[in-house]
C-alpha cells in the first residue's frame, strides 16, 4: 500500500500560506484552537480525498474536514499538527431525478443551491437550517442539520437516503440506497449523519426531495409573555395540528428587535406559525381557533407580501442579538410540553449570571436557541461556559438534549457522558475505533 | 461477575418442555431449521432478559429473541443449541405523552394496540405493516416494518426515538431521546432499528405519534395493465402529489381474487390511492384529475363505506393467493420509476420458471411484494430460492434492494454482498463484534 501514496503536498490544491491556513483555523463557534493549521489542501475530486486519507492514516497526522466553516460547535476548528481538508470545491449537484424524487450531490454543495435546482422540477429540498444560504450539504449532513421545518418534514438524517463516504485508509464505500425505503444490513447512513467528520469523509449524497407545498399560509401571534405564547404552541398540539413552522420569539429577542429599529413588538412574546399543502388555509384557520383565546393579537397573512411581513419579526431577531455583541448561539431541545419551563429557566440563568440571554424557540419540535449576548470586548470566558452550562444541565434536567442541531463539536463534550452515559458513550468511542482505528478524523472532537 | 449469574432455568418463564420447544422453532418464512431450539424462556421482565443475557453470553450459547414470530425472512427461526428468548409477556403499554406526542412501549406490545391506545388521544402510530394485528412493536423494530403508508410517513425507523436495549453482556443502556430533535453522539437508535436481534435486545421504545388525520379520501383506478398502472402512478408523483396510500395489484392478484370470488377485475391492473390530511378532497381531485387519462375506469369513495368497498380489492389479495397454495412473500424495492420494469420482469421470471407469482406493491415508495406461489404439497426447494434469487437480482440490477420491509434474516444471506460490497459488510461485522463479542445473538442472521 505505501508504495502508492500520494504525498498530499503534492496536490494542486495544497497549501501551507498563512493566509489560507489561517483562514481554515475557525468555524463560527467562538473556540479559538490557538494555532493555525499545518496546512490546507482544497480537494478537486475524491481521488484527492482518497489520496489525503490514505496519507493521513499511513502517517498518523490528524485530518480535519471543512465546508462553508459555519458550524456553531467547532467541528472544524483546527489547530496546529492537523491538516485541513476543504470539501468545498466538490460542489457539483450531480443528479436530479424528478420521477424518483431524489438528488445526488456533492458535500460542498450550497444546500440553498440544492433546493433551488430541486425548485426547478417543483420539488424542494426539505432541511432549512437558518445558515442554508452559505452552509454545505457535507457540512448539514456532519452536524445532522434541522431548520425551522422539522416538526413536519424531519432533520437531515430525514432526508438522507445513501452517501459516498471515504474510509479514514482511504477507501470509498456507498451506504443506503436510491429507494424510499430498504433494511438490508445496519443503518451505516444513519450513523455517518451527525457524525461530525470523525468516521469518514462524506463526500457525496444521495438526498430525498419532496413535493413543494402548493399552498402556504402563514399566522403571527402576539402574547403577555412567554407562557401564554407556549400555552397557545401547546395548544396547537392539543389540536392535533401540524404546522411547518412553529417559531417563538421571547422578550429579550422582541426588545433587541425594537431596539434595531425592527417591527415594533406588540407583546412579550411572537408565535409565527405557518402550514402547507392542499390544506393549508383551512388547517390555518384551525391554528387561529385555538391561538386566539390566548393571544393579545392575531393576524393571518391574506398573501405572500403580508406573509413576508409576518416574517419580518422572526427574521429581525439574529441579526438584533448580533448588533449587540458576539453572540454565542446555543441550541438545546426539550419536550415541547417543557418548553415555557425550558425558558423561564433560561430567564433565570440570565439573571444570575449577568449575561444577557435571548431565546427563539422551534417551538414545533422543542428546540431552542438561547443565545448568550456578551458586551463588546468580552471574551468568551469560563463564566460564559458556566453559564451555557447551565442551559445545558437545565435541558437534561428537563428530559432534553445538549443539541438538537448543531452537534457536539468541542464545545459540549465535556457534558455528553451527562446525557448518555458511559457506557454509551465507551460503545460509540468503540464504533469509532472500527472506522476510524488510527484516530486521524477530526480527533478531539464530537465523542 | 460470574459469582452473579443467575441461571435462566430457574426463572420461571423457562421451559425445555418439546411443545414449547416445537412452538418457538419456525416463523412466518418458511425456512425450517431442522430442529428445536433446546429451550424456550418467555421473559417477566426486563430483568430476566438482562439474566438470560448474561448466562448465555458466559457460556457462549446463541440467543434468539422472538416476538410474535411473524416475520418473513427466518430472522426468528431457531434450532438445536440456541435457547429463544421470547418478549411477548413484556406488554405494556408504559406512557402516552399527548402533549409531546410520544409513546413508551414495551417490545412484546402488539403494534395495532399501541395505535389503538394512541387513537384514544386523536394521535396514531404511523407504520402500518401488513401483520400489525398480530406483530409486535420490538419485531417492527428488528426489521425496520414498513407498511402503506411509508411514502408519506416513513418506516418504522422514523417514528423511533428512542430505545432501551439490554446489551449481550447483560448490561443495559438507553438510546436516542424523548425530543423530536437531537444530535449528541452516533446515532445507535437507527443501528438498532432493523439489526434484526444481533446488536442488542430491544426491550423498549419510545415512538414517535402523530396526528391523525382529520380526513382521508380514497380513489381505485384500474388499467388495461400494469404500465398504464405505473405510469398512473408516475403521473402523481410528476404532479408532486403525496398520497399517503398508493397501492399497485398486478394481473396476478386480480386474477386469483376473482377466482376466490372476490371483487370481479375491471382491467389488468389495479391502484389505490389515498390522500390525508386538512387538503383530503382537494388533493384526491388532483390525483383522478392525472389518473383518469390513463385507465379504464376510476372511482373516488363518497364516504367511509365507500372507501371500505374501494379497499375491499387490495384487501383481497393475500388470502386470495393463500388459497392458492403455500407462499412466500417476497420484498424488494426498486426507484419508482423502475415499477413497471419490476413488475414486468417478475413476470417474466414466473413464466421461465413455471413458478406463479402474483405482485402487490406500495407504488408510492417502490415497494414490491412478488407473492410466489407454490402448488399444493409443493416445498421451498432450491428451484423456487433460484427464483426468489432471480427477483433480487433483478431489483438490484434496476437500482433497487433485496429487502424494503422485511430484513435479511437467513433468507437474503447470500446475497447480500451483492448488494452491499465486501467492504460494507466487513465494517457491518466489524460493528456487530463490537456489540456482540462473543457471537451469541441470533448467529447466522442478518448479516
Chains 1, 2 share one sequence.
Not at 452552509?135 to 437516503?161: F, P, Q, W
Not at 433565570?348 to 458586551?375: F, K, Y
Request: charged share 20%; aromatic share 4%.
Amino acid at each position: 500500500m505505501t508504495s502508492t501514496l500520494i504525498d498530499p503536498a503534492t496536490l494542486p490544491g495544497w497549501s501551507t500560506d498563512p493566509a489560507a491556513r489561517a483562514a481554515a483555523r475557525l468555524d463560527r463557534s467562538g473556540f479559538d484552537p490557538g494555532s493555525d493549521p499545518d496546512a490546507v489542501v482544497v480537494a478537486g475530486s475524491v481521488d484527492e480525498v482518497a489520496a489525503v486519507l490514505a496519507h493521513a492514516n499511513a502517517t498518523g497526522t490528524p485530518v480535519v474536514v471543512r465546508g462553508a466553516g459555519s458550524g456553531l460547535s467547532g467541528g472544524a476548528v483546527a489547530g496546529a499538527g492537523s491538516i485541513v481538508l476543504d470539501l468545498t470545491g466538490l460542489d457539483r449537484i450531480v443528479e436530479i431525478s424528478p420521477a424518483d424524487e431524489y438528488a445526488v450531490a456533492e458535500a460542498g454543495v450550497i444546500t440553498a443551491d440544492l433546493d433551488a435546482a430541486a425548485a426547478a422540477h417543483g420539488l424542494r429540498y426539505a432541511p432549512d437550517p437558518a445558515s442554508l444560504a452559505i452552509s454545505t450539504i457535507g457540512g448539514n449532513i456532519a452536524t445532522n442539520a434541522g431548520g425551522l421545518r422539522c416538526a413536519k418534514y424531519g432533520v437531515t438524517r430525514d432526508s438522507v437516503l445513501g452517501l459516498d463516504v471515504v474510509l479514514a485508509d482511504g477507501r470509498r464505500i456507498a451506504t443506503g440506497r436510491r429507494t424510499v425505503k430498504g433494511v438490508a444490513g445496519y443503518d451505516l447512513t444513519g450513523l455517518f449523519v451527525g457524525s461530525e467528520g470523525t468516521l469518514g469523509v462524506v463526500v457525496g449524497a444521495t438526498l430525498r426531495l419532496r413535493p413543494a407545498p402548493v399552498a402556504t399560509a402563514t399566522l403571527a401571534a402576539w402574547f403577555d409573555g412567554i407562557g401564554a405564547a407556549a400555552a397557545a404552541a401547546a395548544a396547537i398540539t392539543a389540536a392535533r395540528l401540524q404546522p411547518s413552522v412553529a417559531e417563538l420569539l421571547d422578550t429579550a429577542c422582541l426588545t433587541a428587535i425594537a431596539d434595531a429599529g425592527g417591527p415594533a413588538p406588540r407583546g412579550g412574546a411572537f408565535l409565527l406559525v405557518q402550514t402547507d399543502g392542499f390544506g393549508a388555509d383551512a388547517e390555518i384557520d384551525a391554528v387561529r381557533a385555538v391561538v386566539e383565546p390566548l393571544a393579545g393579537s392575531v393576524d393571518v397573512a391574506a398573501d405572500p407580501a403580508g406573509a413576508e411581513a409576518l416574517l419580518a419579526t422572526r427574521r429581525a431577531g439574529l441579526p438584533a442579538l448580533e448588533r449587540l455583541g458576539r453572540v454565542l448561539v446555543e441550541d438545546v431541545a426539550v419536550p415541547r410540553s417543557r418548553l415555557a419551563d425550558a425558558v423561564d429557566a433560561i430567564a433565570a440563568i440570565s439573571a444570575r449570571s449577568g449575561i444577557r440571554i435571548a431565546t427563539m424557540a422551534h417551538a414545533g419540535d422543542g428546540n431552542l436557541h438561547p443565545i448568550l449576548v456578551l458586551e463588546p470586548g468580552r471574551e468568551l470566558d469560563e463564566h460564559v461556559w458556566a453559564c451555557a452550562g447551565e442551559v445545558f444541565t437545565t435541558a437534561l434536567r428537563l428530559g432534553g438534549t445538549l443539541t438538537g442541531e448543531h452537534g457536539v463539536g468541542l464545545l459540549k463534550r465535556r457534558w455528553l457522558r451527562d446525557e448518555l452515559g458511559d457506557d454509551v458513550v465507551d460503545l460509540q468511542q468503540q464504533l469509532r475505533a472500527v472506522f476510524d482505528p488510527r484516530g486521524v478524523l477530526n480527533p478531539g472532537k464530537a465523542i
